[in-house]
């Protein structure tokens, strides 16, 4: 059975960092064509919005524009990771994030993990 689990969130100052984690497992992580991996994130009041995402094989990344130049996803094949670096925090950034992929039609959330910018 497919499974996400997230980690890493917790509550940083403006302008901090933290590294979130995904690990995935009931599924061939690395299988051609490529699964794309994702990063969302909700806000209370607000509608779940996509953060970024990575293909499995490849590893060729995207981002919303609200990220670019501060976020960066990665993925350990191996390991069965992918990976959110995330610097430059602000309060847009509070939220919970999920981990998503979509498998033949499925799609399969993680439980997710609280990140809390405030000062």
């Known amino acids: 059975q497919v499974q996400l689990v997230e980690s890493g969130g917790a509550l940083v100052q403006p302008g901090g960092s933290l590294r979130l984690s995904c690990s995935g497992s009931g599924f061939t992580f690395c299988t051609s064509p490529s699964y794309v991996m994702k990063w969302h994130r909700q806000a209370p009041g607000k509608e779940r919005e996509f953060v970024a995402s990575?293909?499995?094989?490849?590893?060729?990344?995207s981002y919303a524009d609200s990220v670019k130049g501060r976020f960066t996803i990665s993925r350990d094949v191996a390991k069965r990771t992918v990976n959110l670096q995330m610097n430059s925090l602000n309060s847009e950034d509070t939220a919970m994030y999920y981990c998503?992929?979509?498998?033949?039609?499925?799609?399969?959330w993680g439980q997710g993990t609280q990140v809390t910018v405030s000062s």
């Open positions: 990575i293909t499995t094989v490849l590893g060729r990344s």
């Open positions: 998503n992929v979509d498998i033949r039609g499925t799609p399969y």
